[in-house]
């Protein structure tokens, strides 16, 4: 009696390999669109912090919550343990507003960087996800609140999510 081997022919290995290889090329597009839709959900999660930051900074100061007067000059605000500066009745375009505000923490390692922004009325802060093509247009501006003399506060602005550089 022959005893016949048993396996795989070399055939049947190559057609293995070969269906394994085209899975392949059509999973790596996805996994890199799921990164880039990632990174504008984070732009638009960040966008959503700032505006609920910002609104609720200006309901605070106009209840009083602590501070003697919510004039238009600028002024700090205690908000959940962490002094926030605001200008106009809203938080300033800076690190010791806006982001504190909102609690966005600005390193590489949590993925956001910021440009531009200050202390005063009117000055626009960016801020951007990093890990993209182009860190300057994955991002959205913050526009410290401004006011006439006399006049009314001119809220915060937002910028649109600019997303062109999330990929």
Avoid: W
Avoid at 130 to 150: I, K
């Amino acid at each position: 009696m022959k005893l016949r081997q048993k396996g795989f022919t070399l055939i049947e290995l190559i057609v293995v390999i070969v269906i394994l290889g085209i899975l392949a090329a059509m999973a790596l597009p996805r996994y890199a669109a799921l990164q880039t839709q990632a990174r504008i959900a984070k732009l638009n999660g960040a966008l959503g912090a700032v505006k609920g930051a910002a609104a609720i900074a200006h309901g605070a100061c106009l209840a009083g919550s602590g501070v003697a007067s919510c004039t238009l000059a600028a002024i700090n605000l205690s908000m959940e343990g962490v002094n926030v500066t605001l200008i106009n009745q809203y938080p300033t375009a800076d690190a010791a507003g806006i982001v504190s505000a909102a609690g966005i923490t600005i390193n590489v390692n949590e993925g956001f960087a910021t440009t531009g922004g200050g202390a005063g009325a009117g000055a626009v802060l960016t801020i951007q996800v990093l890990g993209g093509t182009t860190p300057a247009n994955c991002s959205f501006t913050y526009t410290a609140a401004t006011s006439a003399a006399g006049a009314l506060t001119a809220p915060a602005v937002y910028g649109a999510p600019v997303t062109t550089g999330c990929s």
